[in-house]
């Protein structure tokens, strides 16, 4: 199995990879720039390359998250573009660190048009646009959303038929959030089975790159994105075990994006889900 946390990239790209497998992970995620801002970054390619390198050498596998403010669905061909440029920004870092994809989050629409659909529309444009000429390796992946302020994105349905309409969906895969799946009500916690044979039939599941392990402060169908620690939310650690040995998603890596708040921190919550995993079904 591969499990890792978010790490920061402060003390540069190559000292994230470090820091990662010195907290017991063989993957890890980092934002490419300022999580805050959709500004171009100019990057050092020597620590991006030596970045690539440990992993390499390490068998340590990464991806990137864009900035809190990406919103697929920017309305407004100015912000659009900026958008667009961000993104294509992050994939350009990640893919010279050598990750496998870029986290988005599936698009909120905060206008008023009167075509329900004309969130998705903006959507695949802005797919469209960032993918347009992309030669990278690394993919674009999709996280399905918890459904707070927009109910766009919690379905499965949703995002396979999303990456079905763009020109290139060789070059889009996805990020499967537990904790967003437990607050939308796809995952109630005891239907897991229900969702893997769905995910399945959809053809959701073979597109699954990474898992964002996370368990949830708030109860199912709450549609609030409040992560809690493995074993410490109202997912629990018996179903997050059940989620992680399961056929679709045992070979994923599995990011954790928890506050860390257990004695110890990542450190020791990465060695839990590891016994979690070793645990007999």
């Known amino acids: 199995m591969h499990i890792g946390c978010h790490v920061s990239v402060r003390q540069g790209y190559t000292e994230a990879a470090r820091i ?7 993957c890890y995620q980092y934002f490419p720039k300022n999580p805050r801002s959709l500004q171009i970054k100019s990057f050092s390619r020597q620590d991006a390359q030596q970045c690539r390198d440990f992993c390499k050498e390490h068998r340590i596998i ?32 990640a893919d010279a660190c050598g990750s496998i994809g870029v986290v988005v989050h599936f698009g909120q629409y905060k206008g008023n048009h009167p ?6 529309q903006l959507m695949i444009r802005s797919l469209n646009e960032i993918l347009e000429g992309w030669t990278g390796n690394t993919l674009i992946l999709l996280e399905n959303n918890a459904g ?8 499965l349905e949703e995002l396979v038929q999303v990456r079905a309409l763009i020109n290139r ?4 895969g996805f990020c499967f959030d537990t904790c967003h799946a437990f607050a939308s009500g796809l995952w109630t916690g005891g239907n897991w089975e229900e969702v893997q044979k769905r995910g399945e039939e959809l053809g959701y599941f073979t597109h699954v790159k990474a898992v ?5 402060r708030y109860p199912t169908g709450s549609h609030r994105d409040r992560h809690a620690d493995i074993g410490y939310g109202e997912i629990g650690a018996e179903r997050i075990g059940e989620l992680i ?3 679709v998603v045992r070979e994923v890596p599995l990011f954790l994006e928890t506050p860390a708040e257990r ?12 016994q979690l995993f070793a645990s007999p079904q």
């Open 263 to 274: 004695p110890g921190g990542h450190k020791s919550e990465i060695a839990f889900v590891k």
């Open 20 to 26: 990662a497998q010195r907290l017991g992970g063989t």
């Open 169 to 172: 969906p060789e070059l889009v």
């Open 212 to 216: 964002h392990l996370n368990d949830s």
């Open 62 to 93: 990464s991806i990137a998250h864009t900035p809190y403010p990406t919103n697929l669905c920017t309305e407004g061909r100015e912000e659009q573009a900026a958008m667009v440029a961000s993104v294509r920004n992050d994939l350009e870092i």
């Open 115 to 120: 075509d329900p659909l004309f969130g998705y």
């Open 245 to 247: 040995r399961s056929r």
């Open 148 to 155: 707070q302020g927009n109910k766009m994105g919690m379905t």
